[in-house]
């Protein structure tokens, strides 16, 4: 996992993200985000707290560096 994407979405979003910042982040819609997740087309690790949906900035970033990979073994 890579340490500056980890340390990107500390620094701008602190440590847990709320779906609509994991929304941001993915550069899709807070709603569409909730239907893929639903759907398991995302598989991001979540969690309810207080009645907020998050994500750990660490499983965000392992998340996009796992896209990533994933984008260039299929170039």
């Known amino acids: 996992m890579s340490f500056f994407t980890q340390a990107y979405l500390l620094e701008k979003y602190g440590p847990r993200l709320r779906i609509a910042e994991v929304a941001e982040v993915l550069q899709v ?3 569409t985000l909730r239907n893929r997740l639903s759907q398991g087309k995302v598989t991001l690790p979540m969690y309810e707290d207080q009645g907020l949906r998050c994500a750990d900035y660490r ?3 392992a998340y996009l ?3 990533r990979e994933r984008a260039r073994s299929q170039a």
Do not use: L, P, R
Request: charged fraction near 55%.
């Open 59 to 61: 499983d965000v970033a």
């Open 29 to 31: 819609a807070e709603k």
């Open 65 to 67: 560096d796992d896209c």
